[in-house]
């Protein structure tokens, strides 16, 4: 299983409250919609907290950086192989493409991270 993880900020021209509403329904929407034709197995939006004092707590009690990101976005894959496979044919690029031009309108890509990966599961979902 291949494993696309994005650790994201928002636009600087959009609050809050503006990027999360476009990442939950236009941006939602779109990755639903390319999903087959991308190969998407799955696909999840999370959301931090908004507890400030919780988050800090955490943060403190670990002496971790603080976490200045808007949201983080997984995507998974059967494999590197099928992944690439659905970039090779005109309705994935085009797909991709459509993706990338939206992922554009709300998301501040020059201060995010994102990075390719395999899960090691250690709990199984129960």
């Known amino acids: 299983m291949l494993k696309l993880t994005m650790l994201v900020r928002r636009a600087p021209q959009l609050s809050h409250m503006e990027f999360d509403h476009h990442w939950r329904t236009t941006h939602a929407a779109l990755v639903r919609e390319h999903a087959e034709v991308l190969h998407i197995r799955r696909y999840i ?5 908004e507890n400030a004092g919780l988050q800090e707590a955490l943060r403190a009690g ?7 990101y808007d949201g983080c ?3 998974w894959w059967d494999s590197l192989e099928d992944h690439r496979a659905a970039r090779e044919t005109p309705e994935g690029l085009a797909a991709l493409q459509a993706l990338i031009a939206d992922e554009k309108q709300f998301v501040d890509l020059t201060r995010s991270h994102l990075w390719y990966g395999t899960e090691r599961e250690i709990v199984p979902l129960r």
């Not at 939006?45 to 907290?49: D, E, N, R, S, V």
């Not at 670990?62 to 200045?68: S, Y």
């Open 62 to 68: 670990r002496g971790a950086l603080p976490a200045d």
């Open 45 to 49: 939006q999370t959301a931090p907290l």
């Open 73 to 75: 976005a997984e995507l």
